[in-house]
């Protein structure tokens, strides 16, 4: 399948040729919608599931921003929208056969640290895995990666450190830290968000991780984006909803959008 996903996508994309991917989160896909040179709606790239959830509009964008080619998913699949695992990471391995080497990936998150506040970035520079699933089990595509991958920098520690620098350089203010993926779709409880606080971590969501250890064992560079969308339950004496996520992710957008073309143009 993952030949003939590559194959319907070079023939729709003819000599373009992708070296960046992007995967934009809830709310986030404006950028998709600035830089469009080529699109293809998931529903005809085989392999590719159909995007359910609000803020997420379901196509490839092709585009050439800052002098590099790039790939962005605009809107991702999910493990709570009944998806395999497998099926979540699929388009990572399918975007490393296209030939991208840089992957950043970013998300809607809800804030643990208690110093965050919503539409802050944060910078992700480690993960908790505690979704209970680990997308590199089966059958290893040594093609691709190692069949024992090292995770010690999933996140490239130098790009953490460039994405910092050129936050600094524009003003914008990004924190940075632990980022937990649980599978959802319920929000977490408090004594849920008591416990990330625990054991590490800096904000919770449902994706990110999965993409993010299929990339590293692809060989890929990693950059990890959190839009702090709502403080998590525990955190905030106020309830959650996925319409204030999109709110504070709309909010964030233009800062957000700002960062990111600027990292594509220095990576």
Not at 27 to 37: H, K, R, S, T
Not at 171 to 193: F, K, N, R
Request: proline residues 4%; hydrophobic residues 40%.
């Amino acid at each position: 399948m993952l030949e003939k996903t590559v194959k319907l996508i070079n023939e729709k994309i003819g000599d373009f040729k992708p070296e960046l991917g992007i995967i934009l989160g809830s709310g986030l896909g404006e950028l998709a919608d600035e830089y469009c040179d080529i699109s293809i709606d998931y529903k005809d790239v085989p392999g590719f599931e159909v995007s359910t959830v609000s803020g997420h509009k379901g196509r490839l964008v092709f585009a050439e921003i800052n002098g590099k080619n790039v790939v962005m998913m605009q809107g991702r699949f999910h493990f709570y929208e009944g998806h395999s695992i497998q099926k979540v990471v699929y388009p990572v391995k399918v975007m490393r056969k296209l030939g991208v080497k840089n992957l950043i990936i970013t998300n809607a998150a809800g804030g643990v640290n208690p110093s965050f506040n919503p539409s802050d970035l944060m910078v992700i520079t480690d993960h908790i895995n505690f979704m209970g699933q680990n997308p590199l089990i089966g059958i290893n595509d040594d093609s691709i990666g190692t069949r024992f991958p090292d995770m010690s920098e999933v996140y490239t520690p130098e790009y953490v450190d460039l994405v910092k620098k050129i936050g600094n350089e524009l003003g914008i203010d990004l924190q940075e830290g632990v980022y937990m993926a649980l599978t959802g779709p319920s929000y977490e409880t408090p004594a849920e968000v008591r416990m990330a606080g625990i054991i590490g971590a800096d904000a919770v969501g449902m994706s990110t991780v999965p993409e993010a250890m299929v990339a590293a064992w692809a060989g890929m560079k990693v950059i990890g984006l959190s839009c702090i969308c709502n403080s998590a339950a525990g955190v905030s004496t106020v309830g959650l909803s996925h319409d204030d996520v999109i709110k504070a992710a709309n909010k964030a957008k233009d800062k957000f959008k700002k960062l990111v073309v600027e990292v594509i143009k220095r990576i």
